[in-house]
């Protein structure tokens, strides 16, 4: 078996030259092909030296009879031969040795390569399931990317919505500003009656004689205050109007809410960072709590919006609520509930009354709308 491997492995080396040059390369057999060479000169040398002695011991057989006075030299040039024979066994020994440890290098070293082809298809397959799952991986990341997509389309529908709706919001709050500068001019007016009804009193005081006039006058001056009654009517009914309206806006931001998944809370945690930041805090949106539990003077309270920020370096708390609109009552209310309770506190809504912002600002309560 192991004289097949070494027939096997010469014609592999004489026939393969890229094998050849890949055993030289991976074991360094130069110096084994230079002893190679070295004991193939040494067996041609003694090849050589044979065919002499034969030649030799020929001629000296056939002048035998003739030459017999140089059979004495001829004794000893054949012991000087035995000598160089034997020195040469010796030789062929050594190199028979060396071919022998050369045979177990050579056999550990293909085993090394069995062992190092092993290792190498095992990698190959290992490879091999790394790119099926690398391929997969890739395939998940399309249809995740597919998904990404199509809900941004979804959003940017939903904010071209909310666009329309703010606009809409932005005319109410035109038309209502424009209500209120109209009643403070009615009320203006009324002052200026009212200044004008205390003279008209202190006439009649005075001038009881004319009390006639007066009494002509003050008719005048109900009428107008009956007029000024049924313009308040008026302005009431529109603002009963407008509250309606802004119930609709709502429900319909509620519907919007409803049908892309988020909620106005999800609005107010999403911009809740950048509002916060133009007030000198800093948060991190993964520490917003909603529906958090806290302790206000002894009893647990449910707060919609809680997180915990830093301003100037110094942990400031943060509490808040959520609602479709804030009127003045709205602002009492949350200001009672969280008294004593020491946060930075603010409202966030649709909608937001004036007469709500008045009472905020008078109470250290910050108000945020959806498009602030």
Partial sequence: ML????????RLLKEDEEFRYAVVGLLGLQRLEEAISRL??????????????????????????????????LADIQAKQEDRLIKVEDRLTKVEERLEEHDRKFN????????????LEEHTKRLEEH?????????????????????????????????????????????FN?????????????????????EVV???????????????????????LEEHTRILQEHTARFDRIDKRLDDINKSVGSISEK??????????????????????????????????IVVNGKEVEVDIYVEGKINGKMVKVVGEVKGRIDRSDVERFYRRFKGYDAFKFIFAHTIRPAAEHKARELGIRLYATYS
């Fill in 40 to 73: 193939t000169d040494s067996n041609i040398e003694l090849k050589n030296v044979v065919t002499r002695l034969i030649d030799t011991q020929a001629n000296m057989e056939a002048r035998l009879s003739k030459v017999e006075e140089v059979l004495t030299r």
């Fill in 202 to 224: 202190i006439e009649l005081r005075d001038l009881r004689r004319v009390s006639d006039e007066h009494a002509r006058i003050l008719q005048e001056h109900t009428k107008i």
């Fill in 108 to 119: 550990a070293i293909l085993e090394r390569l069995d062992k190092h082809t092993s290792i």
């Fill in 260 to 293: 892309f998944g988020f909620t106005l809370e999800d609005i107010a945690v999403t911009k809740l960072p950048m509002l916060l930041a133009r007030e000198g805090i800093s948060i991190d949106r993964a520490d917003i709590k909603a529906r958090y539990p």
């Fill in 3 to 10: 004289n097949k491997l070494k027939d096997d492995i010469l």
């Fill in 178 to 198: 424009a209500i209120l500068e109209e009643l403070s001019i009615h009320r203006a007016k009324l002052e200026e009656h009212d200044r004008k009804f205390n």
């Fill in 131 to 175: 790119d099926k799952k690398f391929n997969e991986v890739i395939e998940e990341l399309k249809v995740h990317r597919a998904k990404l997509e199509e809900h941004d389309r979804k959003f940017n529908e939903v904010i071209e919505e909310l666009k329309v709706h703010r606009a809409k919001l932005e005319e109410h709050d035109r038309k």
